[in-house]
Each structure stands twice: as structure tokens, then as C-alpha cells.
């Protein structure tokens, strides 16, 4: 079953409170999209509706928890997921019109500078019916993740964070229309996932077993383990 983001129009988390930590980074995003093609012989131009789905990568916060910074011994490592496999975010469905009858189509993503984020891809004359898109891409993102330490009574503690992913730079499905009488090429762009859009990272908990106020530092890892960004170190555990 897939997981579902939703956009957030403005930050919700306070990035200088003392208990947080903030990367700017690249991750890997897979799109998938379906586009329908209607009224491909109107001297309107066809129809083109895009269904798209952004898949994130999957991210972990590795916590790293000490009774105090220049401890000897080693400390204890928790993990808390943030983005879980296919999870996604779903934008509406979004329609636009080519200028002429029977344009062949090209597609790529790029971002808001134009600089392409995958290689141009072919789909031939417009044909009414549907066409599946599956690309992979580089994005920018910036991403706050506010820690913090939740008394359970006699339970003990629980370390908790939650977060937010804003994408830095946005990016767009370019939709390019080529005519078989040579005239002028034409195109447009479809935004997929506007500059400054964020998604929350829901509040995740995890028990720890851990006396008095420790040491807290924090760095993201992907799928893999592999950290992404410096560690970032946030002091004391704080009460959430």
C-alpha cells in the first residue's frame, strides 16, 4: 500500500529553535506519470492531461545519544525513519493544449533554470490514448528535522522527530511539440514540484533507554545507511 505526502504552503517548523538541524542536499526522486492525449486531430491542437506522482527516497535520521560530549564510551545509535519506501507526493491532475493538429512529442524534466534533469525523450505523433512516463532525476532539497526527548513515565523515554522536505529549486515536465510541415517548434512546462513546496515528515518515536538529559547530534542517511550532509550536533535531549 502506498503512503501519500501532501504539500504544505509554508514551513511549518521553526528552524532556529535549539532542537534542530537543517541539510541542504541532493536526493535521488522518481517520476511517474501518465499522460492522456485527446483531440489529437482538432485544428485546436490535442488535448493533454498529466497525472504525476513524485516517488522520495527513502531517508532515516541516525541519532547518535551520550551522557555527555567528550564521553569515552561509545554511544548509542538509534534510528528513526522519515521517508519510507514509496512514499510519494500526488499532485492534481493538470491539463494543457498543444497549438496545432498531430505535433510529434518529446519530454524531458528540468529544473526552473532550465538546465535538463534527465535526456529528451521520444513519444512519437500524437495518437489519442494514453502514455506512461518513468524517469528518475536529481533534486535539491532542503530539509529541517526538529529532535527531541519525550518523558514515558515508568516506561522510560522516547526520542522523537519530526521534519520538513522543501524543494529548493522546482522542476518541471517539459512537453515539446514538433510539426511534419517544419514549422516552428513550440512547447511548454508542466510544474511537478514548484520552488519552496514542502511535504511534512510526520512525528516518528522510538524508546530509549537512557538516564538524565543526554547528548544529542543527528545526521540523515538514505536507504542504505549512507550518511547524506554532516552530522549536526543539537545538545542536550530536549522535552518535546
Not at 51 to 64: E, F, G, K, N, T
Not at 91 to 99: E, L
Request: glycine share 8%; proline share 8%; aromatic share 6%.
Amino acid at each position: 500500500m502506498f503512503q501519500t505526502f501532501v504539500w504544505n504552503d509554508s514551513p511549518l517548523l521553526n528552524s532556529d529553535s535549539s532542537n534542530t538541524a537543517h541539510w541542504t542536499v541532493s536526493l535521488p526522486v522518481r517520476l511517474e506519470a501518465w499522460l492522456g492525449l485527446t483531440e489529437c486531430e482538432s485544428g485546436f491542437g490535442p488535448l493533454l492531461f498529466l497525472q504525476s506522482s513524485l516517488l522520495l527516497s527513502s531517508l532515516r535520521a541516525r541519532i547518535s545519544v551520550a551522557d555527555r560530549t567528550d564521553t569515552r564510551g561509545r554511544p548509542a545509535i538509534v534510528e528513526i525513519p522519515l521517508v519510507s519506501p514509496a512514499q510519494r507526493v500526488t499532485p492534481p491532475r493538470q491539463m494543457v493544449r498543444a497549438s496545432r493538429p498531430h505535433p510529434e512529442l518529446k519530454l524531458l524534466v528540468r529544473d526552473d533554470a532550465g538546465e535538463a534533469l534527465t535526456d529528451q525523450a521520444t513519444l512519437g505523433v500524437c495518437l489519442n490514448g494514453w502514455r506512461e512516463i518513468d524517469a528518475v532525476f536529481p533534486a535539491e532539497a532542503d530539509i529541517t528535522l526538529q529532535v527531541g526527548q519525550r518523558a514515558n513515565g515508568r516506561l522510560g523515554s522516547s526520542l522523537v522527530a519530526r521534519g520538513e522536505l522543501t524543494f529548493a529549486r522546482g522542476c518541471s515536465l517539459r512537453l515539446e511539440f514538433a510539426f511534419p510541415d517544419r514549422a516552428s517548434a513550440s512547447g511548454m512546462d508542466v510544474p511537478i514540484a514548484p520552488t519552496g513546496r514542502a511535504v511534512s515528515l510526520p512525528e516518528r518515536a522510538t524508546r530509549v533507554t537512557w538516564a538524565g538529559d543526554p547528548y544529542l547530534s543527528v545526521s540523515l542517511v538514505d536507504d542504505s545507511g549512507v550518511p547524506l550532509g554532516e552530522e549536526r550536533f543539537i545538545g542536550p535531549g530536549l522535552a518535546s
